[in-house]
């Protein structure tokens, strides 16, 4: 597995999580990434983003 990919992680725990684990561990992910990479925390922000606007 590519754990170096957030969103490979991401949606692999998704997959494998019950929504209310998965809901608090990205939680807790979150809050680490802004406090402690805030550039990376803004850069998936803005793909997040960037992947919502697309059409599907």
Do not use: I
């Amino acid at each position: 597995m590519p754990y170096d990919d957030a969103f490979f992680v991401v949606n692999h725990l998704h997959a494998k999580r019950e929504p209310a684990v998965f809901v608090n561990g990205a939680r807790v992910w979150l809050k680490v990434l802004r406090e402690q990479h805030p550039e990376d925390h803004s850069a998936l922000f803005q793909e997040l983003t960037r992947q919502e606007q697309q059409p599907a």
